[in-house]
């Protein structure tokens, strides 16, 4: 009956204002509805050892955990507010009251109660926070795995790509030496100028020159890498020389936004915090309010003075104590004033998280979009251009193309080779993206749903 006096805070669930639907077009081939497991659906195992390497050697992670631990500890603390408190006591005194007393020992133990009604329900407000609080720190747990394995993803496939980068600058360096050593022989025998030789000179220069360039980023590719992963480098490099490398996965996506917001970790915590600025509030108003204790204690007591014992049984019910507030220079309507300043901060940054998510999913989707969209002319333009290389590369051989034409030639091909493995990488990196959008499999607790409903 009393609980009917609980003050009520603030709406703990608002609208976060989403969209209704998305504006960039989504995939149509996505299969793969669980993204928990996502690393899990295609053929390159490497990887998700990498992802379950480099979640356990985390600091973030580990941070998140220990938020976790404390988040668990302080709803134990805020819940035990709302039962009563037990206290054991004992001591022993030996005294001479120079009384007609003789000299004696008292010695007594009891047990204290002590319990304070939550009359307008400002204990169940900060248990209700650090709920709220404690929900947040296992989003953010989750949110910390996914950002780990989204960074380990986007170096692995970076490091991939950069290892078909060096093929493709491997070869083009053995070309342009082989066409600099056949340009010298020419030479010598007076079919070429000296101009022609400096220049197949210097294109071989330039191309072991990027081969060098190329070797020395796939290097450093694989020292972040294995810092990521905390796996010594000669064992991550003996792991990527077997793995099979494949593409990412595909990924479904909801139609509705908020469908897909739902399953992102950050929107919950900040949904959360919310909530436990809400549960603030109601704290900061129920402290201007009466507080009601009532207390009592049970216990046995014995005297023992020239040889003799008294022994005796005591208990209290009481007091019935309750405390109004009568002044104190406005500190406790300042606190209400306060906490009412965090809630809406606290939707503030709800509804900018929401944006932000939305924002994510939607360059992720555009970014999906426009790299399939390329990915033919992308591929038509490497077939066209290394035919033509290769037809150019027999008429110089047979005297009737110039060096200029071939070096053209050579330029346009390797920049449609490399065109197609940035594509490639844009888009893998495109999938990572959409996966860490779409909360990365997370699913948000019922009851915190239920609340929140």
Not at 319 to 326: L, R
Not at 344 to 362: G, I, K, L, N
Not at 369 to 394: E, K, W
């Amino acid at each position: 009956m009393l609980s009917a006096c609980a003050v009520q805070g603030p709406a703990a669930h608002v609208d976060p204002l989403a969209p209704p639907q998305w504006q960039a077009p989504l995939p149509h081939n996505g299969s793969q509805a669980d993204l928990a497991t996502w690393w899990r659906g295609q053929a390159d195992g490497l990887l998700v050892q990498l992802i379950e390497s480099a979640q356990s050697a985390s600091p973030t992670v580990a941070s998140a955990a220990s938020r976790i631990a404390q988040s668990r500890a302080e709803r134990v603390a805020a819940g035990a507010a709302l039962a009563p408190n037990v206290d054991a006591a004992a001591s022993v005194n030996r005294s001479n009251q120079q009384s007609a007393l003789p000299m004696g020992t008292t010695s007594q133990a009891a047990l204290n109660a002590s319990w304070e009604i939550d009359l307008f329900g400002a204990n169940r407000a900060a248990r209700d926070a650090a709920q709220a609080r404690l929900e947040s720190a296992h989003a953010g747990w989750h949110d910390a795995r996914v950002s780990v394995a989204a960074e380990v993803a986007n170096q692995y496939y970076g490091l991939r790509a950069c290892e078909q980068l060096l093929a493709v600058a491997r070869q083009d360096a053995v070309s342009r030496a082989d066409t600099a050593r056949l340009t010298e022989l020419s030479a010598t025998a007076g079919f070429q100028s000296p101009a022609s030789l400096a220049l197949a000179r210097a294109s071989a220069a330039d191309g072991n020159s990027r081969y060098i360039a190329q070797r020395a980023a796939c290097d450093v590719d694989v020292k972040v890498l294995s810092a990521l992963t905390a796996i010594a480098e000669p064992e991550l490099r003996q792991k990527l020389g077997t793995a099979v490398q494949a593409a990412a996965p595909a990924i479904a996506i909801p139609v509705l936004p908020a469908q897909t917001l739902s399953q992102r970790p950050d929107v919950f915590t900040a949904e959360r915090e919310v909530a436990a600025a809400s549960a603030d509030v109601g704290n900061a108003q129920a402290q201007r309010y009466p507080r009601l204790t009532l207390s009592g204690s049970v216990g046995v007591a014995n005297f023992r003075a020239a040889g003799d014992s008294t022994s005796t049984d005591t208990w209290t019910i009481g007091p019935v104590a309750i405390s109004v507030p009568v002044f104190d220079a406005g500190r406790r309507r300042a606190n209400v004033d306060s906490a009412n300043a965090r809630y809406d901060a606290a939707v503030t940054s709800y509804r900018a998280t929401v944006r932000q998510a939305v924002s994510e999913v939607e360059q992720a989707l555009v970014n999906l979009d426009s790299t399939a969209a390329r990915a033919g002319d992308a591929q038509t333009a490497l077939d066209g251009y290394r035919a033509n290389y290769t037809a150019v590369d027999d008429r110089y051989r047979n005297g009737m193309a110039s060096l200029f034409e071939l070096e053209d030639a050579r330029r346009t091909r390797l920049g449609a080779e490399q065109t197609v493995i940035n594509l490639q990488r844009e888009r893998s990196a495109a999938w990572v993206a959409l996966y860490r959008a779409a909360g990365g499999g997370w699913t948000a607790p019922a009851t915190a749903l239920a609340a929140a409903n």
